[in-house]
């Protein structure tokens, strides 16, 4: 584990990388030349392998552009021709990113936060592509002071194992609103019933460009603070969370200097350390700086959530 | 006044300058190279023209760069360079942003934070100076509901007289901490005591690049929410604000689509109610779109207050 003598490092070890890039492979872009991801070499060098093995090819290839070729033209399309080629990467075993495939469909927005294709979530790194989530802030006041639930991660969880992580975090499925994902992952992750988990207000929202062992990671976590009675207790139920802890803010900020939290989950908890006033431009040197790094722009369209719930 | 039909346009409306220029004019920089403003064709020119009528020049410019000249070498120096240049303008008035003088000196963050030199308030735009502030969400809870206190700026003020304003806001003045800084203006501005001033809480950060006919404006607010009692009422006290009005949060985002607020101020309106979950990514098609606006990165030092009271 990597351990940290301030803040500002902590979120620079997660929103690491670089602002300024002059050579990061190729763009992925769309029929309006909306670029939705970022291709490194390794993969690029893939995809041009694959892409000869098959006529027409699906993808027109240059150093700094990947486009889906002409007759790939629809969201169906779109999503089935990244779907054959995951899979075929996932036989080959050609990058380590497939071996933890989830059978997860993430949403791909385009034009105006349309979605234009979905695709497997743990492929997504592969082609640098924006993803969103849900993360809630479990937390009691006891006597005027705030304590946080934090939760341990499963030993047996394929990324992140036995790290502290938010009391609830997960991934947006297509379709769902904001407080729906709330709702759903409250009760597979730490049994919170709907009657508690509607009262969940978001009040934020983190972004960040990570990268791992995996590719690319720009990502957008929509977050939550949900108060919970003195009384209640969160408990795993899927699996997911090893147990939680009932922290006071001091602990809180010990454990992520000490490295012992999940890199992303770290911002959102010091987010939520400045929305609530523990972390203050008084006591902090690097409130500033480290405020940006919660809020990075992404250069990525972003999906229009309120919109599409209202369609429904 | 402009008028709006989302809040998208409303924040766009203050952080509305470019995110990609080619050609901004020349960077101010000091010795090791740190940019701390951007002086536009306008001021460039006569800052060209100044500096040939005096032996030695003050600065050494080029198209691109500022630098003070090298027998320039400490803080009273700087300072005193800029003030006999601001003066000289002043007294011919050659820009119209130097009839607002205010005699308020601002500092002007260097390397690691530290004040490099200190400045005229009104002629920061001039030089396309980052500026620090802080700003005031007052407001009640009146059975469970918020209702904010706005202000509406002196018709008598220089600059946007007789629109909304947040409850209380200031500049920081050198050596103070932020909590000083907002205990002195709500006692200047609402008749504020210092015993419900000290309640304020710091919990957020709005920063954004503005444009203005006085040049340039890249400004960060320190965002601090003040609760108070039901039965209180802030009143004006030194000729800044006309009135106080309690309104709810429907009323408020009203006004801010109808344009009646100070661009800056509407923005920090703007991130309290997504801070308390009355704009939420459900309700708010350009949600994401919007925070980034709230939170944009200047490529400026910005001081490092905890240190320096600390330090005092």
Chains 1, 2 share one sequence.
Request: glycine share 6%; proline share 6%.
């Amino acid at each position: 584990m990597v351990t940290f003598t301030n803040l500002l490092q902590v979120v620079q070890h997660c929103d690491k990388y670089p602002y300024t890039v002059t050579n990061d492979g190729a763009r992925l872009l769309l029929e309006d030349n909306v670029c939705v991801g970022t291709i490194l070499p390794p993969v690029l060098n893939e995809l041009v392998a694959y892409n000869q093995t098959l006529d027409p090819c699906p993808f027109v290839i240059c150093d700094t552009a990947v486009h889906f070729n002409e007759h790939i033209t629809t969201m169906d399309e779109r999503t089935k021709t990244v779907e054959t080629l995951m899979n075929h990467w996932r036989t080959q075993q050609t990058f380590s990113a497939l071996a933890g495939w989830r059978n997860e469909l993430y949403a791909v927005y385009g034009k105006d936060g349309q979605p234009a294709f979905v695709m497997e979530r743990a492929a997504t790194p592969l082609f640098g592509i924006s993803t969103f989530g849900v993360h809630v802030n479990g937390f009691v006041l006891d006597q005027g002071e705030i304590k946080m639930w934090v939760a341990r991660r499963s030993l047996s969880k394929p990324t992140w194992p036995g790290v502290l992580d938010n009391c609830v975090a997960g991934g947006i499925p297509y379709g769902y609103s904001t407080k729906e994902t709330v709702v759903k992952e409250c009760d597979e992750e730490a049994n919170i019933p709907e009657s508690l988990a509607q009262h969940a207000k978001n009040v934020s929202v983190v972004s960040y460009y990570t990268t791992s062992q995996y590719g690319l990671q720009p990502e957008t976590e929509f977050v939550f603070d949900l108060e919970l009675p003195l009384d209640y207790q969160p408990t795993p139920k899927d699996g997911e969370v090893e147990c939680f802890y009932l922290w006071t803010l001091d602990q809180v900020k010990e454990s992520v200097l000490r490295g012992d939290w999940k890199p992303n989950c770290a911002l959102v908890v010091v987010d939520f350390m400045m929305r609530h006033a523990y972390i203050t431009a008084d006591n902090e040197p690097d409130y500033i700086d480290i405020s940006y790094h919660l809020h990075r722009r992404l250069e990525f369209p972003c999906p229009k959530i309120a919109l599409a719930i209202k369609s429904l």
